[in-house]
């Protein structure tokens, strides 16, 4: 009978943890997702400051996402040649831009390979081999070297609208 009443007074006093109190306080939060007025009075940009900023940096990003893919494509048409074997084996690499999302990562494709007739009839297959491989290593370092220094524009215009994102100045 004592264990009944026992865990009878447990089970009420743990229910009552879960029930809403009578002296709880009730806060009002604002998230102002447009850009609504803030507290202090005027906010200077109008009602719809939030909105209006997110707005300027979508269109933003949708200028730089342009200028990627006028990169892409820029780069894509270059010959970027990679070569081997004293300049006897060249590679003519493409660079392919990456396939959102189904292919998230850029590639290269070799597109054409140069051999000297003179060095293709002096060298052993293993050589031969071994140089290709060389040739297409360094067209693709080649390759990768041209899309850095091109992207390094790109970069410093989104660091700058990062960096305004931030309140700071942009970056240099």
Same mark, same amino acid.
């Given at each position: 009978?004592?264990?009944?009443?026992?865990? +009878?007074?447990?089970?009420?006093? &743990?229910?009552?943890?879960?029930?809403?109190?009578?002296?709880?306080? +009730?806060?009002?939060?604002?998230?102002?997702?447009?850009? &609504?007025?803030? $507290?202090?009075?005027?906010?200077?940009? &109008? &009602?719809?400051?939030?909105?209006?900023?997110?707005?300027?940096?979508?269109?933003?990003?949708? $200028?730089?996402?342009? !200028?990627?893919? %006028?990169?892409?494509?820029?780069?894509?048409?270059?010959?970027?040649?990679?070569?081997?074997?004293?300049?006897?084996? !060249?590679?003519?690499?493409?660079?392919?831009?990456?396939?959102?999302?189904?292919?998230?990562?850029?590639?290269? %494709?070799?597109?054409?390979?140069?051999?000297?007739?003179?060095?293709?009839? %002096?060298?052993?297959?293993? %050589?031969?081999? +071994?140089?290709?491989?060389?040739?297409?290593?360094?067209?693709? $370092?080649?390759? +990768?070297?041209?899309?850095? $220094?091109?992207?390094?524009?790109?970069?410093?215009?989104?660091?700058?609208?990062?960096?305004?994102?931030?309140?700071?100045?942009?970056?240099?």
């Amino acid at each position: 009978m004592k264990l009944s009443i026992l865990s +009878t007074a447990l089970l009420i006093s &743990g229910a009552s943890a879960f029930a809403p109190s009578h002296n709880a306080r +009730t806060t009002s939060t604002s998230l102002n997702l447009f850009g &609504g007025k803030k $507290e202090g009075g005027g906010d200077g940009g &109008g &009602g719809m400051g939030g909105m209006m900023d997110q707005l300027a940096m979508f269109k933003k990003a949708q $200028e730089i996402a342009k !200028k990627k893919q %006028d990169l892409d494509q820029q780069i894509a048409e270059m010959e970027i040649i990679g070569s081997a074997a004293d300049g006897n084996i !060249k590679v003519t690499v493409q660079y392919v831009p990456a396939q959102m999302p189904a292919n998230p990562s850029p590639g290269y %494709d070799a597109v054409a390979i140069d051999i000297d007739e003179a060095y293709l009839n %002096d060298v052993s297959s293993e %050589d031969l081999s +071994t140089s290709l491989v060389e040739a297409l290593r360094n067209g693709e $370092e080649s390759a +990768t070297k041209v899309v850095a $220094e091109k992207y390094q524009s790109l970069d410093k215009e989104l660091s700058g609208m990062l960096g305004g994102m931030a309140g700071g100045p942009p970056a240099e």
